[in-house]
């Protein structure tokens, strides 16, 4: 209960894992100007620069709440060079 009485751009932890890795990249990058000091600020850029990768290798789709063993090989959507 404790961490759901946290929210960050009126989203609790809960909700931000149901989020698709796109959205959440959007919703870590608004936190932006939301965050209280420095150490908060690296965090947020942090979790930030991880969901850019996600969404950059075609795994936006995905929710983070989406266990890793559920994934196959196939789930990265890549274009032939």
Same mark, same amino acid.
């Given at each position: 209960?404790?961490?759901?009485?946290?929210?960050?751009?009126?989203?609790?932890?809960?909700?931000?894992? #149901?989020?698709? /890795? +796109?959205?959440?990249?959007?919703?870590? *990058?608004?936190?932006? $100007?939301?965050? &209280?000091?420095?150490? =908060?600020?690296?965090?947020? #850029?942090?979790? /930030? +620069?991880?969901?850019?990768?996600?969404? *950059?290798?075609?795994? $936006?789709?995905? &929710?983070?709440?989406? =266990?890793?063993?559920?994934?196959?090989?196939? /789930?990265?959507?890549?274009?032939?060079?």
């Amino acid at each position: 209960p404790e961490a759901l009485a946290f929210q960050l751009g009126g989203l609790d932890i809960a909700q931000f894992y #149901d989020l698709p /890795a +796109s959205e959440a990249l959007a919703a870590a *990058e608004a936190w932006r $100007g939301d965050v &209280p000091d420095a150490v =908060a600020e690296l965090v947020v #850029d942090e979790i /930030a +620069s991880r969901l850019r990768y996600l969404t *950059e290798v075609g795994l $936006g789709y995905l &929710p983070l709440s989406r =266990a890793s063993r559920t994934l196959s090989g196939g /789930a990265v959507h890549s274009t032939p060079p």
